[in-house]
């Protein structure tokens, strides 16, 4: 199983913890890359991340990164900070969150944060599908 990389902020639980992950209780994997369940992905490359750094103020999402470097995995992966500022801004305009390719070659997503009543980022979801189809 992959394992997150530590420091990197993951939604699920902050710098270096869960991360977004996959739960596809049917078949022990997503169904879509084979990948088991509860996989970790650092939050820039996932529509779900995104959504929740989204829901953060700004200050909190360079709280998280600090001096973090973004490692890309595929060629579409956001890959520096002020990519990844921009892309929060429009999320932040658009209401929600996508992903085309950035965590897996051919994999894409929408993914929306949940907020509590203080506006505060309580959860996310997202949905994901081959690009192809």
């Known amino acids: 199983m992959r394992q997150p990389r530590r420091g990197r902020p993951h ?5 270096g913890s ?9 078949r022990g994997h997503d169904g879509l890359r084979g990948r088991p369940e509860g996989c970790a992905d650092p939050a820039e490359q996932t529509s779900v991340g995104k959504a929740w750094l989204a829901a953060l103020p700004s200050h909190r999402v360079d709280e998280l ?3 973090t470097e973004l490692t890309p995995v595929t060629e579409r992966t956001i890959a520096d900070r002020q990519a ?3 892309e929060l801004e429009s999320i932040r305009e658009r209401g929600y969150a996508t ?3 950035e965590s897996e070659n051919g994999v894409g997503s929408t993914g929306v944060a949940v907020l509590d009543p203080a ?3 309580h959860a996310a ?3 994901a599908l081959p690009l192809d189809r």
């Open 125 to 127: 979801m997202s949905v």
């Open 119 to 121: 506006g505060e980022p």
């Open 11 to 15: 939604p699920l639980g902050g710098a």
């Open 99 to 101: 992903s085309h390719g």
């Open 65 to 67: 990164y600090g001096r």
């Open 84 to 86: 990844l500022a921009r």
């Open 18 to 26: 869960a991360a977004a992950k996959s739960d596809a209780r049917d």
